[in-house]
């Protein structure tokens, strides 16, 4: 007897793993297939409170994990890309994204069609084949899904086939009698089991596969329910350690939310039990707790929806104190390539464009301190140009960092461009930094030597700083917006200045042979000239990788 209890506690175990796996492997192909979309949310963001439960929602239905889109909820806000009031409305629409995996669950009540054991190999068989032998990357995402899709009813059915025998097993009646008269411990009991599964879609599954075999009364489920929703704001708390004052306070918001929710449609179902007492012992089915899910969910948004900027308040008040703003740029960047982002491979790609477009910004003012470094004989300018050189370097490898972590996650094929391009375009910034680092050594020597350029020898010097300086803002423009404008601009002063690098040199060897100017002078001339000539011939790459991209 012994030996088949381990066989069915194998078997649920068995179905536990394929259900989570399979909810991993649907939400994979869910987010490839999503691609530009996903990052198109994050442009959503605003501070319309009403939108960004629109994006919390559609995110959380895609990624299939309220607990995962908290969690970069607390990453954007750590790296200041949301605001507390926005964060609350994504928050709240998390919570009802995740109801999306309940009512999957419960399609084996739909009909006999829709039974795991009916329509799972099928599923999975169809995607199987469309993964090994689909070279289409689009139609290899929808297998991918599919695959996702039939592993995860496989494991419900073995969860509840596991399950079937103790049915009438005594200890599951008096387990869900006294959790159901008990609306607190049911509570804690639900928050217990998800904050160990650390999946508020998993647990509730599990309580739906109990549902399926008629296991579960409506009062139990319903208090385990509320204490599920609790139980799934640990992860974005053991998340939200040593992250930002307001990042944990998003991780509080979470809390506060599902609490405050928990309490009232507590209060209200423990009274209506009151007064049906039938219905409160009765069984329920998987599709009734995917109806109870969702209206809790919806419920509580829409009560708790013009109380946002209360919610705010009262994290504030729990975590009390100025947010910490840091002048250090280094600091800075580390912060905001969050490793929480990383849970959406779309928004952590689009997160590392716009610290690249930092990088950027940087290599613009880098070329603008060298150009009056040598044009003003300026000593303070060459200081400042060698501290942005320091900083590029240092931002050249946090980032280079994230992107490995990036280029380790399921991405589709035009991200592993992205990504590889977003690695060379880091490299080209650094390489326009080391350059500009040499105008200003050069600089230097001419400020130690005491020599000068010809009044000829500046003006045409100036011309090439000029359109150099246009070319990295061009460049970095075209990075950041995919901006075609930007592109030609970027292509033509690189001509430009091949040509002037060229002409330039060739009028100052002439007036070396008349000794119209210094030769060491002269040197130091030709010297920034190859520089300039290499800062445009790295934006010229910069805006290539762009338009690879839209090819």
């Not at 009274?271 to 899910?293: D, G, K, Q, Y």
């Not at 603008?368 to 931002?395: C, F, G, H, W």
């Not at 002409?503 to 130091?524: D, F, T, Y």
Request: with cysteine.
């Amino acid at each position: 007897m012994w030996m088949t209890d381990v066989e069915m506690l194998f078997k649920f175990i068995g179905g536990l793993g394929m259900f989570l796996y399979g909810m991993h492997v649907m939400a994979e192909g869910l987010q490839k297939t999503a691609g530009d979309k996903m990052k198109k949310l994050l442009g959503i963001l605003t501070n319309n409170r009403f939108l960004a439960v629109l994006v919390g929602a559609a995110v959380t239905a895609i990624i299939q994990s309220s607990s995962a889109t908290t969690v970069m909820v607390v990453g954007f806000v750590n790296a200041g890309l949301l605001n507390l009031a926005q964060a609350v409305g994504v928050i709240m629409g998390a919570n009802i994204g995740t109801t999306v995996t309940s009512w999957l669950v419960s399609m084996s009540e739909w009909g006999a069609f829709f039974k795991p054991e009916f329509l799972a190999p099928l599923i999975i068989g169809i995607g199987a084949f469309g993964v090994l032998f689909s070279k289409d990357e689009k139609k290899n995402e929808i297998s991918q899904i599919a695959v996702g899709f039939g592993v995860l009813f496989i494991g419900l059915s073995f969860m509840s086939a596991a399950i079937t025998p103790y049915k009438e097993a005594p200890i599951f009646a008096t387990a869900f009698k006294t959790l159901g008269s008990n609306p607190i411990l049911g509570i804690i009991a639900g928050a217990l089991v998800t904050a160990v599964i650390q999946s508020s879609s998993a647990s509730v599954g599990i309580l739906q596969t109990l549902a399926l075999n008629g296991m579960v009364t409506w009062n139990s489920a319903v208090y385990i329910m509320l204490g599920q929703n609790i139980g799934t704001c640990v992860t974005a708390l053991i998340s939200s350690a040593g992250a930002q004052k307001n990042a944990k306070r998003a991780a509080v918001i979470h809390l506060l939310f599902n609490v405050v929710g928990a309490v009232i449609f507590g209060i209200i179902m423990f009274v209506f039990f009151l007064f049906h007492t039938e219905m409160a012992i009765a069984s329920v089915s998987s599709v009734e707790i995917s109806i109870f899910h969702t209206v809790f969910n919806v419920g509580n948004t829409i009560i708790l929806f013009p109380f946002a900027n209360l919610l705010v308040k009262a994290s504030e008040m729990i975590l009390r104190g100025e947010e910490h703003n840091t002048e250090d740029n280094i600091e800075v960047i580390i912060r905001h390539l969050d490793d929480r982002i990383l849970e959406t491979p779309s928004f952590a790609i689009q997160n590392t464009i716009l610290e690249i477009e930092h990088m950027g910004e940087m290599a613009m003012k880098h070329i603008s301190t060298v150009k009056e470094a040598v044009l003003e004989r300026n000593p303070k300018k060459i200081k400042k140009a060698y501290k942005i050189e320091e900083s590029m370097d240092q931002y050249a490898e946090l980032i280079s960092n994230y992107l490995l972590k990036i280029n380790k996650l399921p991405l589709t094929e035009q991200q592993n461009l992205i990504v590889s391009n977003l690695f060379y375009t880091v490299s080209d910034l650094e390489r326009i930094g080391d350059h500009c680092d040499n105008i200003a050594e050069l600089a230097d020597n001419l400020l130690r030597s005491n020599l000068v350029f010809s009044e000829t020898a500046v003006k045409g010097i100036l011309r090439v700083f000029d359109k150099a300086e246009e070319a990295v803002n061009k460049a970095v423009e075209a990075r950041s917006n995919e901006n075609i404008e930007a592109i030609d601009v970027v292509e033509r002063d690189e001509a430009f200045i091949d040509d002037m690098e060229k002409e330039l040199r060739s009028q100052h060897m002439k007036r070396l042979g008349k000794q119209l100017c210094n030769a060491n002078a002269g040197v130091i001339y030709l010297d920034i000239l190859t520089n300039l000539e290499r800062i445009s011939d790295h934006c010229f790459n910069i805006v290539g990788y762009v338009k690879n991209e839209q090819h």
